[in-house]
């Protein structure tokens, strides 16, 4: 089992900057990749960043060169740095994890953060 949860939402002025924190807890050896989806009102998830557990990051198109994500191992933490936020970044946020358990594959979710960014 593994626990995420989100943090630091909210609602910000189009061109300013959050920073969303997941928290992972639970068993956090087997995970292999995490990342940042979205969901917005009438829209299909969407995933907007991942990060592996060697640094490797990805980025979707539509945040690249806005959005950054990082990791503290230590603290078992995931970012999620938003700059020049856009009206249409408007959405839930949502970390998941991606682990690996005795050759079986296990997709894992947080609850989701709200982001509201006004025009």
């Known amino acids: 089992q593994v626990q995420l949860v989100e943090s630091g939402g909210g609602l910000v002025q189009a061109g300013g900057s959050l920073r969303l924190s997941c928290a992972v807890s639970?068993?956090?050896?087997?995970?292999?990749?995490m990342g940042w989806y979205r969901q917005a009102p009438g829209n299909q998830r969407e995933r907007i960043a991942t990060?592996?557990?060697?640094?490797?990051?990805n980025y979707a198109d539509s945040v690249k060169g806005r959005f950054t994500i990082s990791r503290d191992n230590a603290k078992n933490l995931v970012f999620l740095q938003m700059n020049i936020l856009k009206p249409e970044d408007t959405a839930v946020y949502y970390c998941h994890a991606r682990s690996l358990e005795q050759l079986a594959w296990y997709e894992w979710w947080g609850q989701g953060t709200q982001v509201t960014v006004s025009s």
């Open positions: 990060i592996t557990g060697g640094g490797s990051t």
């Open positions: 639970g068993s956090i050896f087997g995970i292999k990749l």
